[in-house]
Structure formats: structure tokens, C-alpha cells
């Protein structure tokens, strides 16, 4: 296979970065169709990125003779039925997290992907393939910090994504703060430690944007969880940073401990004036990790062309999941829950 011809369906706040990827950035690939229900969008994919096929339904994508994969990036309740509808296509399937929000779903999902070995699925858990994150892998893999004992995780949205945030909750269900954005720290503490989140008690508070208990969101919430190995994890998720998008992750090891941006830094830059020595911060998630994007993407076209499966698949999805409806459960019933 010469060059991997891939629909996308989405093209909101992350599709148009998976867009500009897949048309630009990622040999191997050739962006041919988009799906979306928004016109501009679409206009937009074929004006700037050489979409020769556009769509408003995914259904009629799919059917398309000239693909070879899909990269769903449409909102998460849609995931697991255009996850099936694809492969059944004998479409490869690069899919946006959450696999979906709905255990009963992704398990069914999951029987059709297990029926197709030879697509290749990919799920976007994209810190897996960010620099920083590899290297603290490496590390914890080696033995360098001996036995994970602890890991602490922010990940907390910038203020001023709000108003993007609170159209993308009106338009669709997020899934809640925790299957929505706690979700990649979940799949963080499952990646790092080998092991499965046993038993969770969370809570959450709004007070800075009281317009969300409308949503049924939460503005920031916390976790404890224990795993299976009594190994403890301990979640801090918001949409409330001031300063920019932080995504922080500490490892504590019975060797030594380590930090993954425990100031979420822009760049090398320190700016000295009347504030002081100011560190510019990461604004938002395409630009923290732009990179790591770039990264899944290649991975996903590699494992096409290789006839392989990636390291991050269906299971992943369906394990971070649970985790995630279990703190859901947690601060509705203001109780710890047992993960099944
Ligand atoms: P968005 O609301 O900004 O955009 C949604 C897009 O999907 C629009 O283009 C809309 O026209 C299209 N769409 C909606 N329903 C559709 C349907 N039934 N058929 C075809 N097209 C449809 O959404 P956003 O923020 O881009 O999120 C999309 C997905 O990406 C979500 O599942 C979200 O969880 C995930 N995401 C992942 C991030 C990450 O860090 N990996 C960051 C942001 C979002």
C-alpha cells in the first residue's frame, strides 16, 4: 500500500488538528474525505486541505470506494457505533477517546473489533506517544524509581477554553469531567503501573462557573483510587486553570519520584519584567501536545502499512472507562465504588 487514504469525521476543536496531520504532517497518509455537519467546515477541508470528498453523513463515508481508514473525531456518545459501522466497512480505525460512554456499548464494539484482527485499531490516548511521557515510561520500566507507590495526576482545562467547553457539552454529552478529560490520566495510571484501578472515591465542586450545574458538569473534581496492587493514584481534574492548560503527572517510587511538567511550561523562555521571572505556560491541549499528535497519527499509518496492531487498542478504552463511570458514580453517591 502506497499511501493510506483516510476519511475523518469531526473537524471542531481537536478534528482540525487531526485534519491538518493527516493532510500535512504525516507521510503515508492522504486526507480524501470529511465528514461534519457544519458546512464551513467542510468548505474549510476542501479549500485549505485538499478534501476531495465531503460528507454530512458518516454512514454514506464509510460507504466510500476510496478509503482505506477512518479518524473518528466527532463527539464521544457517536464513537462506538461509527467504530462498528467502520469496521464492518473493512475500514483501519483511528478513534478519539472515550471509546464511548456507555460499558454495555464499547463491550459490543469491542466483539467487532476482535472479528476484525486485521484492521488496525488505534484509540487517541496521544500522551502515550509526548516525549516527556516516553522518557518517565522508559524510566518506571527500567526499575529507575523502584515500585510505584503513588501517582498524582492534574489535568485542568484552561479558563479561557470555557466557552468552547460548555458549546461542545450543549451539543452533546462530554461524558462528565472524569470520563471526558480525567480519562487520559486514568489511562496514565493504568500505562505507568501495569495494573487496574480497583476501587475510586470522588468529588467535585463548582465554584467558579455555577453555569455548568446546568450541564450536569462539574468545573473540578478529585479522585483517590486504589489499584489492585494497593498501588494509590490520586486525580485532580478542572476546566478552571488561570494560567493556562496544566497537565501534570508525579510518580512517586520506593527509589525516587519524578514529575512530568510540574510547571506547565510553553518553552525554554523565562521573561524578567515588573511581574517578576515569568515562565510563559501552555494555553491549550493542541499546543502542549502538538507533537504527540503528530506522533499517534504516524503510529497509526506505520501499523497500516506494517499489517500491525498498536500498543494502545479497544481495551484500553473500555478498562479507563469503567474507571472513569466509577467516579462518576463516586460523587453522585458521595461513596467509594468498586470498579468491576
Ligand atoms: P466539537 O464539538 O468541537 O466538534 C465536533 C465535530 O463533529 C463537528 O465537526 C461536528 O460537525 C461533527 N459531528 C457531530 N456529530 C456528528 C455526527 N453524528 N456525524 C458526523 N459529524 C458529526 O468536538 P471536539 O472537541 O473536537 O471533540 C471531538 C472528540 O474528540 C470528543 O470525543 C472528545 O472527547 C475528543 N477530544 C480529545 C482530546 C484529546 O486530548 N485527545 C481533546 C479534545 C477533544
Redesign the pocket.
Given at each position: 500500500m502506497n499511501e493510506v487514504r483516510v476519511g475523518i469525521?469531526?473537524?471542531?476543536?481537536?478534528?482540525r488538528t487531526h485534519a491538518i496531520n493527516l493532510a500535512q504532517n504525516v507521510p503515508g497518509a492522504k486526507l480524501v474525505a470529511a465528514?461534519?455537519?457544519?458546512e464551513d467546515?467542510l468548505e474549510y477541508a476542501k479549500r485549505e486541505l485538499g478534501v476531495t470528498e465531503t460528507y454530512k453523513s458518516?454512514e454514506e463515508m464509510a460507504a466510500s470506494p476510496n478509503l482505506d481508514a477512518v479518524c473518528i473525531?466527532?463527539?464521544?456518545g457517536?464513537?462506538p457505533e461509527q467504530i462498528r459501522l467502520a469496521m464492518e466497512k473493512g475500514l483501519h480505525v483511528f478513534s478519539?477517546?472515550?471509546i464511548g460512554l456507555d460499558i454495555e456499548d464499547i463491550e459490543k464494539t469491542m466483539e467487532v473489533i476482535k472479528a476484525h484482527p486485521d484492521q488496525v485499531f488505534q484509540l487517541?490516548f496521544?500522551r502515550r506517544y509526548d516525549e516527556s511521557y516516553q522518557y518517565a515510561k522508559k524510566m518506571v520500566d527500567e526499575g529507575q524509581l523502584g515500585e510505584l507507590t503513588v501517582v498524582r495526576c492534574y489535568g485542568i482545562d484552561p479558563s479561557s477554553g470555557l466557552e468552547s467547553f460548555v458549546n461542545?457539552a450543549r451539543?452533546s454529552n462530554s461524558g462528565g469531567l472524569f470520563s471526558?478529560m480525567s480519562i487520559?490520566d486514568i489511562d496514565l495510571v493504568r500505562w505507568f503501573t501495569k495494573k487496574e484501578v480497583s476501587r475510586v472515591w470522588a468529588m467535585g465542586k463548582n465554584a467558579a462557573y455555577p453555569e455548568l450545574d446546568e450541564l450536569n458538569e462539574l468545573e473540578t473534581g478529585a479522585a483517590m483510587m486504589q489499584l489492585e496492587d494497593k498501588t494509590m493514584a490520586i486525580l485532580v481534574a478542572g476546566r478552571n486553570a488561570a494560567h493556562g492548560y496544566h497537565v501534570e503527572t508525579e510518580l512517586i517510587g520506593t527509589k525516587g519520584m519524578l514529575r512530568v511538567a510540574a510547571a506547565p511550561e510553553k518553552n525554554l523562555v523565562t521573561v524578567f519584567d515588573e511581574n517578576g521571572a515569568v515562565r510563559p505556560t501552555s494555553q491549550n491541549?493542541p499546543e502542549r501536545f502538538s507533537d504527540a499528535f503528530v506522533h499517534e497519527m504516524k503510529e497509526f499509518i506505520s501499523c497500516i502499512k506494517e499489517k500491525r496492531q498498536p500498543e494502545v487498542g479497544a481495551i484500553d478504552g473500555l478498562q479507563s472507562t469503567k474507571v472513569a463511570i466509577a467516579c462518576q458514580q463516586s460523587v453522585e453517591a458521595n461513596q467509594i465504588v468498586e470498579v468491576k
Open positions: 469525521v469531526g473537524l471542531g476543536r481537536l478534528g465528514c461534519s455537519f457544519v467546515e458518516f473525531v466527532s463527539p464521544s457517536y464513537h478519539e477517546k472515550p487517541g496521544m461542545f451539543n471526558d487520559h491541549f
